[in-house]
T-cell receptor
């Protein structure tokens, strides 16, 4: 079983709509969590960290559920520029990052 | 401008021909690492380095070598490339080994081994 699992999608979203997707992890000793964004095989870029209490950055909201071992990302008022692959990342206690395979989001006009 | 550079960006080579992919950063970061990305598998760490002269294996180190003689450079060496090493490679850096430090990726190297 993969350490970090994501629905590959694609999630087809009309412009202006809300989309949400989850990522599950198998290791309960996971320390930190992040969402990265990757555009069409370019380098991944940090979108946001995920905190236990949940956190928001503009139109993006991230949540962590340690009991059920998943994190989520919600995008409100989707823009065409939000089309990308979103990578879920967990770290272990030694600082090693483990990436999910990504969830593809396609925002349509 | 803070950046991570990789060269070459694209490479097509043949089985067994030694190659080196360079990675350089100008952010004075201690931690550097190499990943490969394959469809459906996500990014997998090949090797990492906590500081100069300190390197360690990641999840998929077989067939690769690295060196860290200077803080800014972390080349990836394929002594005898094979077709299963065809992949998209990313170099990454962060200030230290702390997972809370932001990790920055290079632009990627697309390698094809025939």
């Amino acid at each position: 079983r993969k350490e970090v699992e994501q629905d590959p999608g694609p999630f087809n979203v009309p412009e202006g709509a809300t989309v949400a997707f989850n990522c599950t992890y198998s290791n309960s000793a996971s320390q930190s969590f992040f969402w990265y964004r990757q555009d069409c095989r370019k380098e991944p870029k940090l979108l946001m960290s995920v905190y236990s209490s949940g956190n928001e950055d503009g139109r993006f909201t991230a949540q962590l559920n340690r009991a059920s071992q998943y994190i989520s990302l919600l995008i409100r008022d989707s823009k065409l520029s939000d089309s990308a692959t979103y990578l879920c990342v967990r770290t272990d206690s030694w600082g090693k990052l483990q990436f999910g395979a990504g969830t593809q989001v396609v925002v349509t006009p | 401008e803070a950046q991570v550079t990789q060269n070459p960006r694209y490479l097509i080579t043949v089985t067994g021909k030694k190659l080196t992919v360079t990675c350089s950063q100008n952010m004075n970061h201690e931690y550097m690492s190499w990943y490969r990305q394959d469809p459906g598998l996500g990014l997998r760490q090949i090797y990492y380095s906590m500081n100069v002269e300190v390197t360690d294996k990641g999840d998929v180190p077989e067939g690769y070598k690295v060196s860290r003689k200077e803080k800014r450079n972390f080349p990836l060496i394929l002594e005898s490339p094979s077709p299963n090493q065809t992949s998209l490679y990313f170099c990454a850096t962060r200030l230290s080994g702390s997972p809370t430090d932001t990790q920055y990726f290079g632009p990627g190297t697309r390698l094809t081994v025939l």
